[in-house]
């Protein structure tokens, strides 16, 4: 039996509940429990702070954990192996200094002060670059910090930047990209990893389906070269003759963004019966 520790609540606990629901896993959401058994899949579900689960991971409690990988960066004194990017929880670690100071460039921080909840990212950015400055450490409303004198510029997580914006500062370098990652125990034992692929397996299936669409268009047989070259395919192009001699079906998987823009330049060659459909899973 796995034992998987997710954040209680916040901002990553329902997606991490998504992903293994998608993934075919069910697991009882009651997250007031510290433990949830799945009842189709061999793991057990530890609800913590995504300040713990570095370390619980680290330690072999919990053999697996979701967490974003600024976390991971910064309670790397619990070094845990990291297995895959979720691309869930987006976000990026950054500098950011009031909007009306000029900025210089990084010399600016040398000798300056800067608010924040991720000291050990920050030290060892700074170290790197040959800056020294004051690190101040704060458990939250870092973006406070500057407007109450108590730093000369902040290091936090930014997403869409609006809270930056609402508190008169500017964003001035990026330090770290995140995103929730699948953490594993070090050296974790071999039957236990057997369980580990497979679920890995799944979320790669769940992560490589989203934002993709099931597209059929049907061609003249002389213009099937050029339609393949506007749908691109995963492998081999999938191509099924059709009733009407001199017509093909082809299916491919398109990016949904790129939806349109492909019927278009299709049916400018002469494609017929666009079909999108979405697409429940693609098992690789
Ligand atoms: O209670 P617990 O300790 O478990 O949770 P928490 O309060 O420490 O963390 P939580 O739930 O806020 O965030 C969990 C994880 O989500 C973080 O560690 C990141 O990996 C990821 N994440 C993604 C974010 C954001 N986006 C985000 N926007 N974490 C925090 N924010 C905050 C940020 O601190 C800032 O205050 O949102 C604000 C900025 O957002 P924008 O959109 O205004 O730029
Ligand atoms: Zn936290």
Redesign the pocket.
Known sequence: MLRIAL??????NEKSLELLREAGISVEENNRKLLARSSNFPIEVLYL???DIPQTVSCGIADLGIV????VMERSSHPVEVLQHLEF???RLSLAIPKYVEYPGLEFFNGRKVATSYPGILKSYFDGKGIVCEIREIAGSV?VSPSIGLADGIF?????????VRNGLAEVETVLE?D?VLVVTPGLEEEKMRTVRTLMSRFTSVISSRGKKYMLVNVPNGKIEEALKIIPSMKSPTLLPLADKGWSAIHAVVDESEVWEKADRLKQIGAEDILILSMEKLII
């Open positions: 954040q209680s609540k916040g901002r990553l702070r995504d300040d974003g990988y600024n976390e929880g987006k976000c973006e936090d997580i930014v997403s869409s930047g609006s809270t930056l995140s929730a």
